[in-house]
């Protein structure tokens, strides 16, 4: 069999692509090695007798852009979190928290003994919240330039700030506490073999994709689960055509570099061209 397009994987990433080619036109094939789609994004009822769907693997939505959920008529919806972080650190801790900001002030002073870490705070993520707007939108746009980006950003300070040099050098410049320094970096350094040094400045990049979500820097909560987001997905798929084939695990894939030949492993073949 032919078609215009072979997806080979059915996680988030090839069903946003499968739904934008088929409602493009293009005749479409997701392969998906698994008896179900979703990839890491998907949720399971947890607890027996409770239809709570929670999600499994990645939890949590902030780099979808809401063009992609209306462009594909997605039912998918979220919450805000309203606790943004909990650090546990001698007899308590710092709760960060986005619907009580004396709470949250007074908890920078009892850890740090002033409200000079809660204002450094307020001002390094006012920072990284101008950033956000002006980044996130370039998600769903032809990748810019780098001094495109400069010019979007607008703020050299920034921009030298959170693009140019080590983070480590902003946090350390912005802030005096340890203990706050650690909370954000945490953003920079989780899921990475880096350091908050790194002349790679590989944290940076962790740490930018984490605080421009949204044009906001939040993190929501799916209900139902990420597995409520791609099943949503592989219905849009579906609806615009597209066919999806689970529990077809590809082996191969040989390319003249005009079409392609995808093999799979129970020995069939489908071309795409």
């Known amino acids: 069999m032919r078609y215009d397009v072979v997806v080979v994987g059915g996680g988030h990433n090839g069903l946003v692509a499968a739904s934008y080619l088929a409602r493009a036109?293009?005749?479409?094939?997701?392969?998906?090695?698994?008896?179900?789609?979703?990839?890491?994004?998907?949720?399971?009822?947890?607890?027996?007798?409770?239809?709570?769907?929670?999600?499994?693997?990645?939890?949590?939505?902030?780099?979808l852009p809401r063009k992609i959920v209306d462009d594909l008529g997605l039912d998918f919806r979220v919450r805000r979190r309203r606790i943004s972080s909990y650090t546990p650190y001698g007899d308590g801790g710092l709760l960060v928290d986005a619907e009580d900001p004396a709470g949250t002030r007074e908890g920078f002073a009892r850890l740090t003994g002033s409200d000079r870490e809660y204002e450094a705070w307020r001002d390094f993520y006012g920072m990284t919240h101008r950033v956000a707007q002006a980044v996130f939108p370039t998600l769903t746009e032809p990748l810019p330039s780098r001094a495109e980006l400069e010019r979007r950003v607008g703020d050299r300070a920034a921009w030298e700030a959170l693009f140019e040099r080590p983070l480590g050098?902003?946090?350390?410049?912005?802030?005096?506490?340890?203990?706050?320094?650690?909370?954000?970096?945490?953003?920079?350094?989780?899921?990475?073999?880096?350091h908050a040094h790194d002349p790679s400045l590989k944290q940076n990049r962790c740490f930018l994709y984490h605080v421009i979500g949204g044009g906001t820097g939040d993190w929501d909560v799916p209900l139902g689960g990420m597995g409520a987001l791609t099943d949503a997905l592989a219905g849009a798929a579906r609806a615009a055509g597209a066919r999806i084939r689970t529990g077809a695990e590809v082996t191969g894939i040989a390319t003249d570099g005009v079409t392609a030949e995808v093999a799979f492993a129970d020995g069939g073949t489908v071309e795409a061209a």
Not at 169 to 192: H, K, M, N, P, Q
């Open 25 to 63: 036109g293009r005749t479409v094939l997701v392969a998906e090695r698994l008896d179900h789609t979703g990839g890491a994004a998907v949720s399971s009822r947890a607890f027996t007798g409770v239809d709570a769907r929670l999600s499994r693997y990645s939890y949590l939505v902030s780099l």
């Open 169 to 194: 050098e902003s946090v350390e410049a912005a802030f005096a506490d340890d203990v706050v320094r650690g909370v954000v970096l945490t953003d920079a350094l989780i899921g990475t073999f880096t």
